[in-house]
C-alpha cells in the first residue's frame, strides 16, 4: 500500500516559494494569525468530539456552568417541606369597643396551609361579628380574602413523605366545626328585628 505524502501539500520547491502563500510552515501566509488548534498541536478547543472542553468565549449553558448557584427551593416555614407557595391569612375580631386584626404569612405547603386557612377562617367566623363595622365590612372582606388565597394552597401537592418536618394539623373541615356557626347568632339577630318591625308595623 502506497503510504500517502506528509507534510503540506501545497509546499511548493524553496526556490519558488515567495511566490506560494500557502508554501510557508502550517499552510499559512507568513504573518498571519494562527489559530489555536494548530499552535504547538494544542488540543483541539472548540466541543467538535466529546470529551474536548467548551470554547472560553461561549460558556455552556446551565446556571452552574455559567457560573450561577441553582435557585433555591420554595419551603414551607411550618415543616420545610416543598413545594410551598407564598400566602397570606388573616384572622379579625370585632367587639362592640375594640377591634384587633391578626395575620400568618409566607411560604405555607398544602397542609399547613390548609390548616392555617381553617384555624383562621373559623377564628373570624365566631369571634369577628360584634361590632356594627366589622358585622358589614370587616369581617366579610377577610373571609373572603382567605377564601381566594386557599386556593392557592389547595393547588399544590402534599410534600412527600420522609421530605419535610412536623406539619399542622388541618383537622377538621370548617363546616364540621361548632364555632363556625356562631357567626349565625348576628344574622338571626338581624332577621329577628326585621321580621319583628314588620309584624309591628302592620
Known amino acids: ?32 494569525t494562527v ?4 499552535q504547538g498541536g494544542a488540543t ?35 415543616c420545610g417541606g416543598a413545594p410551598a407557595v407564598d400566602v397570606t391569612f388573616r ?36 369571634q369577628g361579628w360584634w361590632s356594627p363595622f366589622s358585622l358589614v365590612l370587616l369581617t366579610p372582606f377577610t373571609l373572603i380574602h382567605n377564601l381566594v388565597v386557599s386556593r392557592k394552597v389547595k393547588k399544590l401537592q402534599a410534600p412527600a413523605p420522609g421530605q419535610h418536618g412536623q406539619q399542622i394539623d388541618p383537622g377538621v373541615p370548617i363546616h364540621r366545626r361548632p364555632l363556625a356557626y356562631v357567626g349565625l347568632v348576628p344574622v338571626l339577630w338581624i332577621l329577628f328585628v326585621v321580621i319583628s318591625g314588620l309584624t309591628q308595623g302592620s
Open 1 to 32: 500500500m502506497t503510504t500517502p505524502p506528509q507534510g503540506n501539500p501545497y509546499a511548493a520547491d524553496p526556490a519558488t516559494a515567495g511566490s506560494n502563500p500557502y508554501a510557508q510552515q502550517g499552510g499559512y501566509p507568513a504573518g498571519a
Open 44 to 78: 483541539h478547543p472548540y466541543p467538535a468530539q466529546p470529551g474536548h472542553q467548551a470554547y472560553a468565549g461561549h460558556p455552556t449553558p446551565g446556571f452552574a456552568a455559567a457560573g450561577y448557584s441553582q435557585p433555591p427551593i420554595p419551603q414551607c416555614r411550618f
Open 91 to 126: 384572622a379579625h375580631r370585632g367587639l362592640v369597643l375594640l377591634m384587633t386584626f391578626r395575620k400568618l404569612d409566607g411560604m405555607m405547603c398544602a397542609t399547613c396551609g390548609l390548616a392555617v386557612y381553617r384555624a383562621l377562617t373559623t377564628e373570624t367566623l365566631w
Open 35 to 38: 489559530p489555536p488548534q494548530q
